[in-house]
């Protein structure tokens, strides 16, 4: 069988005074080295691009993450100063493709603002700059210059017994991850499901209920880790398997409850 292919909708960004659609190499990397699939980069267009036409042609969606945040519009507020910066390119890309996706039964995985994206696609809000609000951590990127530091793994979170991600992760209960947002789930969605939280309440993983396949959302960075982190690697392996099983002519429902 040729090695399956998942998409990953483009960011847009300003390089040398020109604009670029663009995604990070470990996005990417781990999914050819770790998940096994090979990835389309997926132009952000605010208008254009043909969803379903890119889904008959993929096994897979990607959601990565960004520094730019999902317009507020889309989830009913206004815009604020500390809700930038936008990539409004990247949402009217990214929101359709996890709908139809997850519409289609194509597996998912989304990282970060990915499970952002998520959740405004499937009707919940966001909270902006977290580390403001009373008992919450501070979540952000540590401010160091190497992206290792970046991506330190350095805060635990609480993985439900039972759950789509228990299964994918291959673990319950702790398990220490890196740390790199200053917005998160406000209200779920209704069609998702939180399956582990930050201490402080913050929710950091979810799965779309009643799913087709896998399809599940983490605010944490398993791909920076994920050929030596045992449960980022576990994760992606776990998503590489439904990308090849639903490539193969079938789909896999979670056993997880
Ligand atoms: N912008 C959102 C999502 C954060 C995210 O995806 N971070 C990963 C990229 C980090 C970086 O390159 O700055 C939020 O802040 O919550």
């Known amino acids: 069988m040729p090695m399956p292919i998942v998409a990953l909708p483009a960011d847009i960004r300003e390089i040398e005074g020109g604009v670029w659609h663009a995604s990070p190499n470990q996005y990417v990397k781990a999914a050819l080295k770790v998940a096994e699939v090979m990835t389309f980069i997926i132009p952000a267009f605010e208008e254009g691009n043909d969803i379903d036409a890119i889904l008959d042609r993929v096994d897979g969606v990607l959601i990565s ?6 317009h507020p519009s889309l989830y009913g507020r206004q815009a604020t100063e500390s809700d930038g910066p936008f990539d409004t390119a990247r949402d009217a890309t990214s929101l359709p493709l996890i709908r139809r996706a997850i519409d289609r039964g194509i597996p998912l995985l989304a990282i970060c603002r990915g499970i952002q994206e998520l959740n405004v696609a499937l009707g919940g ?31 635990p979170v609480f993985v439900q017994e039972g759950s789509c991600m228990a299964q994918y992760l291959g673990l319950t209960g702790e398990v220490q991850v890196n740390s790199l947002h200053r917005q998160a789930i406000a209200e779920t969605a209704p069609r998702l499901k939180v399956e582990a ?34 449960p980022s690697r576990a994760l992606f392996q776990a998503f590489g398997d439904a990308v090849r099983t639903y490539a193969a002519g079938n789909t896999v429902k979670s056993v997880a409850a």
Not at 65 to 70: L, P, Y
Not at 203 to 218: L, R
């Open 65 to 70: 993450g960004s520094a730019t945040n999902v």
């Open 197 to 230: 939280t930050a201490a402080d309440g913050t929710i950091e993983a979810v799965s779309v209920i009643d799913a087709k396949n896998f399809a599940v959302g983490v605010q944490w960075h398993p791909e920076y880790w994920a050929e030596t982190d045992a």
């Open 125 to 155: 809000t966001l909270a902006s700059e977290i580390q403001d609000q009373p008992g919450i951590w501070d979540h952000r990127k540590p401010p160091v210059l190497e992206r290792d530091g970046m991506y330190a793994i350095r805060q």
